[in-house]
């Protein structure tokens, strides 16, 4: 049974955590996360956003967490723990690693962000992010979300049209509802989490010095 | 009313001053943009922890630099990749653009190279700051007199 508060910050508004070292940054990304309308929480190092996921192995395996978190966005470079090495953390913790992570750097390596990629980050953005970068991630967020459940709904319809078939009824043959905004043909084998969409994702190379 | 049109219009010719003079970039006017009637002052905000940050690592880029048994010039190289991507951040492009020439002296150690980039970091820190100072005097005084900030230029 899941607590009212948890309900509600899950299904109303995505909770993103956000993970830099420098101050400024996080000053702005938490701006742009929360004229996105998103609730963020944001920490310095990445063995706070441990700490704060409840992943700190001094408090054993699950400290405070009042709200579930939807999303991480860290920073890459970092003193002590980089966002690459949270990234792997996340990925390899059984409790955490289907929240999305986003890394964001302000170097433009190819090499990095294949890496962070094949770790399972969601997407790499170039800083300095602007608020299109923000709204993209979310909306891809939110689509990822719908994808998966019109995935289950379209393999449930198409059961029954199946089913329908051998008997000549008259049921519409009205197209199956997919997501929105989705670019891509639909195909009931494509699970979300293999999509083209997020796995060979490359970010929006700016030109940037 | 005509006293704010006033201020306003200082605030524009001031702001497209400092985007024309390449003190600020594109970057800036997006953080302006995220401004509204809740925050309206936070792109000062933003800019006053930039400040401190750049007299943070222009101060301890200083002090390495002085220490005669030897430069530490991977700390000097922390320093300004911190430095240039805060500026970044804000969108202060010369300062942006005086880390990144610093970073080749630093990346060759040369400590006097170092030394007379970080002069020109702090001209150039100097310059933003001031003049960023300036508008946010403006700032002030708009929304002291009852008006906004003009946000689109």
Do not use: W
Request: hydrophobic share 35%.
């Amino acid at each position: 049974m899941e607590v009212a508060g948890e309900v509600l910050a899950s299904e109303s508004q995505l909770h993103v955590l956000a993970v830099d070292d420098s101050h400024v940054d996080r000053k702005v990304i938490e701006k742009l996360l929360k004229i996105s309308s998103c609730k963020v929480t944001t920490v310095e190092s990445g063995a706070r956003a441990l700490q704060f996921l409840g992943l700190d192995e001094e408090k054993g395996s699950l400290g405070f967490n009042g709200l579930k978190v939807n999303l991480i966005m860290t920073d890459y470079s970092m003193p002590g723990m980089t966002g690459y090495e949270l990234l792997k953390k996340i990925k390899r913790s059984s409790a955490f690693r289907e929240i999305p992570v986003v890394i964001m750097s302000s170097e433009n390596i190819l090499t990095r962000i294949d890496s962070c990629l094949e770790e399972g980050a969601e997407e790499f953005l170039v800083k300095p992010v602007k608020l299109s970068d923000v709204k993209r991630v979310m909306s891809d967020c939110i689509m990822r979300g719908e994808t998966e459940g019109n995935n289950r709904r379209r393999v449930d319809k198409r059961k029954f049209e199946d089913d329908n078939h051998a008997s000549s009824s008259s049921s519409s043959s009205s197209s199956i509802p997919s997501s929105p905004s989705s670019p891509l043909p639909s195909s009931p084998s494509t699970a979300a989490t293999s999509s083209p969409l997020h796995s060979l994702k490359r970010p929006k190379l700016r030109d940037h010095n | 009313m005509d006293f704010v049109n006033q201020l306003q219009r200082k605030f524009i010719d001031y702001s497209s001053s400092l985007h024309r003079e390449g003190i600020v970039d594109d970057q800036f006017t997006q953080l302006r943009k995220l401004e509204d009637e809740n925050s309206p002052h936070f792109v000062m905000e933003v800019a006053s922890l930039f400040f401190e940050d750049c007299e943070k690592l222009i101060n301890n880029m200083a002090i390495a630099l002085e220490q005669k048994q030897g430069v530490d010039f991977k700390q000097i190289d922390e320093c300004i990749h911190q430095l240039k991507g805060s500026s970044s951040s804000i969108g202060a492009l010369r300062v942006k653009n005086a880390c990144i020439a610093f970073r080749s002296f630093s990346d060759g150690q040369n400590r006097e190279g170092c030394l007379r980039c970080l002069q020109q970091l702090s001209h150039e820190y100097s310059l933003l700051k001031n003049k960023l100072q300036t508008l946010f005097r403006l700032e002030k005084q708009i929304v002291a007199a009852g008006g906004s900030i003009p946000r689109v230029h």
